[in-house]
T-cell receptor, first 112, second 113 residues
Framework: AQSVTQLDSHVSVSEGTPVLLRCNYSSSYSPSLFWYVQHPNKGLQLLLKYTSAATLVKGINGFEAEFKKSETSFHLTKPSAHMSDAAEYFCVVRDSNYQLIWGAGTKLIIKP | DAGITQSPRHKVTETGTPVTLRCHQTENHRYMYWYRQDPGHGLRLIHYSYGVKDTDKGEVSDGYSVSRSKTEDFLLTLESATSSQTSVYFC????????????FGSGTRLTVV
């Protein structure tokens, strides 16, 4: 069965410094992986997706993620954090029935 | 945003009362989903539909029922609401099989007192 583990429940960085949100997955086949973002009291927005093409995936707002099969990881990064990046981020894997399996989320806090 | 709306946006109800949440889409997508979101759990699938009158259970379906009598509407019913069903409920839609594009509604915040 597929599963997703987000390794940090909270990450705090200063504005202008790099962001790293960690995600490990478990899948019995080549997975499709996603990152979603949820701003406070808002809906869910797709940041980026990996669907077995290029292993380095670029998303919106300067975010990118790298699929590493050997490490079963799909970490989300951004070179320079902005105050508007403060939100909760979810790593998601698609299972064999096209259902989405969600991680528990990582709250990103940006310090001025 | 894509054409998906949820109603109501907020609801407070009493324990033991029935509650129906509505998801409406204008995209003519085949697949529709109901999720609940609770702190520390991400989203969990309640029920989903793969066509008119075709529905199936997700991982947290106990206490919930759904109906889909037409393509555009997917209703989630709590037959007798309990405090454990206090949550934020999200509807999502998806096109054909193999389509990775899920679109989410804005959510319904339900409080059971």
């Amino acid at each position: 069965a597929q599963s997703v583990t987000q390794l940090d429940s909270h990450v705090s960085v200063s504005e202008g410094t790099p962001v790293l949100l960690r995600c490990n997955y478990s899948s019995s086949y080549s997975p499709s992986l996603f990152w979603y973002v949820q701003h406070p009291n808002k809906g869910l927005q797709l940041l980026l997706k990996y669907t077995s093409a290029a292993t380095l995936v670029k998303g919106i707002n300067g975010f990118e993620a790298e699929f590493k099969k050997s490490e079963t990881s799909f970490h989300l990064t951004k070179p320079s954090a902005h105050m508007s990046d403060a939100a909760e981020y979810f790593c998601v894997v698609r299972d064999s029935n096209y259902q989405l399996i969600w991680g528990a989320g990582t709250k990103l806090i940006i310090k001025p | 945003d894509a054409g998906i709306t949820q109603s109501p946006r907020h609801k407070v109800t009493e324990t033991g009362t029935p509650v129906t949440l509505r998801c409406h889409q204008t995209e003519n997508h085949r697949y529709m989903y109901w999720y609940r979101q609770d702190p520390g759990h991400g989203l969990r699938l309640i029920h989903y539909s793969y066509g008119v009158k075709d529905t199936d259970k997700g991982e947290v379906s106990d206490g919930y029922s759904v109906s889909r009598s037409k393509t555009e509407d997917f209703l989630l019913t709590l037959e007798s609401a309990t405090s454990s069903q206090t949550s934020v409920y999200f509807c999502a839609i998806r096109g054909a099989l193999g389509d990775y594009g899920y679109t989410f509604g804005s959510g319904t915040r339900l409080t059971v007192v």
